[in-house]
């Protein structure tokens, strides 16, 4: 492959995570210092800044602020949550988006997402190269779900992770304070997924992890539940519950939404979400003192928390994917590798075709699931631990997080 | 006052924070350190543990483990909610005390708790002092409500403080992250008092504070509120709010318990609290997308928060109790005083009558709450900001926390 000389684009699209702006800063910064790519511009809001020409001209940007990046939460140029058109059904968007790259001679498109994002990332692939228009395109993973197929883990998981472990085991603590016994379930996104969910037994690794744990890949039995719950309650007199947002009974629906299921004896919609409506229902069945507890968003954006090998990883996505792109790489997917030869864990980067990542799922393997279906193996911790390694060497001040505020000032 | 040897007991009491546990350690530090103090004993269960005889022998445990109390949350003793009664209509429980204390020939005894505990500490300490048993008593201060009378602030309002301020400047950003806008309301601990969702505030100094606040010491006005939240949401697309779980209407109902209001339109009761209730109406009014998120328990047990600031006074006021009540102190809670004179915060010890603290209760001054009944002040924040100051340098191992894990050996 020749020398492409030409602007890059970068976008963020699909949930914030803790490290997407360490992924960004890892193309942005590398972008910037790389001969051959004339001017490097960040979408606001996704691909939907692409088409409504709302580009930001990155540098304008202070390189103080942008290191910054490495420790802001949520996505700093803005997400989207857009489902672009298949190009032989609709290329009205497409050829918006060609119009675009034309007018500000846009030869590097890196889109940082999860799977929708790669499915988006591998359609505009095709249709540049089916146009002629020489477009090197090139995916950077991101998802707290850890869902994305072909890769080891994803950039985005090990600080959830790791927020979810820490704070599993500091209410761990406090769900046994008192003589008189307690329960406490605490909800855990992935809705398809139970990476996260099962990382709640990370924190059994600092002696305070769930007494049980349920993913969405196996099914779930309230009555299993219960009798499970109710044994260790009259043991101990207390438990703590990690259960994944997306546990599902066995026909299928949702646990989340059930509104007529007669184990927990309701009629009407719940408001509270999944925790709420299985503390209630443990409340009735057991009389203990119950506290549901959902994470939502503070486990995506908890970036305090962030692992410092997460953000090193991010940021290594975003720098490889500009590397490989300049060097001719193009349609792939920066993905993740793990060597343990050394004895311990190494993390090298591998490319993996678009077109294999688009709308494929990865979830648990059931081997890491118990055979009672209430807790993970040693194979889950031992494959999640090294993702939440190191501190993070985040900036405060006042006492406060000081995060990234970016100019954004438009192109030109 | 002459030397008065003898044995200590410590118990920990009420709901737990970041920091009660670095109270301890101040206590059984300093007292293992005295030359008059003959045995240092930590109660299971506060009063409880006293009751009924099961006292642990903190001599016998590593000093390096006791160290790690300062970075535990939760109460590492034990904690209880036990309303002692009034000695001169039921005496039963102190002659159980003297008789345990006499045992143990226990002639200190120090209290860890809020409101209640401080009047438990008091009727103890009029008990011993009428059956002429000479035994020093002195509170020591904690809350995460701040609503301790005669003290300045009180020990884990701080932590808490950072810890919220720290969420909502996080999911501030991931509420603002998509261009088809979000609200998100967040529930905030403290019934009575509303010291802890005006800690949200605080958020603002780095620029990511809340749009609205409500405060337990003002009415709540469900039409006022939707009004306010509309014209913000209307404006920015998004709209962040933190409310005290303890609002209450015109008639002094709970918002959260509301179970027929007409304004919300339910006729059964809310599982998920406040934030639910909340969430649900205002995306019945707005139509956004809204999420309501309950700061629960994390926001007392989120040690990896903790402000050093409120760990360095939560130890002081343990080691300052066990220096008084050795030079003579009894009958007194260890209060703060705010120190301005230098320019910048200090904070100094005082000593409050127990008399004066019991079942008093210290609330936000209403000038501190903005005209419109829906933000706090800049005096609030100038209280509140040097109390969150201060990254602690806790322990971890294998990326998770490193919690003090004692042996609790029985005295004998």
Known sequence: MGVLKGACVIGQSGGPTSVINASAYGVIKTALESDVITNVYGASHGIIGILNDELYDMSKEDPEELKLLLNTPSSELGSCRYKIADPD?????????????????????????????????????RYMEKMGYECRVIGVPKTIDNDLFGTDHCPGFGSAAKYIATSVAEVSRDNRVYPTGSVTIIEIMGRHAGWLAGAAALASVCGEGPDLIYLPET???????????????KEKKNCLVAV????RYADGSFVSEAKTSATDGFGHAQLGG????????????????????ELSLLQRAGAHLASQTDIDEAFMAGKVAVEKAVE???GMMIGFERDMSSGSYECKYILVPLASVANAENTV?????????????????????????????????????KFAKLKKIKAE
Chains 1, 2 share one sequence.
């Open 328 to 330: 001719g790489v193009t």
């Open 219 to 233: 099914v779930f039995d309230m009555d299993k539940f219960l009798t499970d719950l109710t044994k260790i309650y």
């Open 274 to 293: 999944l925790a709420a409506i299985l503390a209630n229902v443990v409340k009735e069945k057991t009389g203990a003192k119950v506290r549901g507890i």
């Open 244 to 247: 994944s947002e997306g546990v």
């Open 89 to 125: 059904v609709d290329d009205t968007d497409y050829k918006k988006l060609l119009e675009i790259f034309k007018k500000y001679d846009i030869r590097y498109f890196f889109y940082n997402g999860g799977n929708d994002s790669m499915d988006t990332c591998n359609k505009v692939s």
């Open 365 to 401: 393997p059931l081997a890491w699931i118990n055979e009672e279906g209430n807790g993970v193996t040693q194979e889950f911790i031992d494959y999640a631990l090294p993702l939440i390694q190191g501190e993070n060497s985040r900036v405060t001040e006042n006492g406060l997080p």
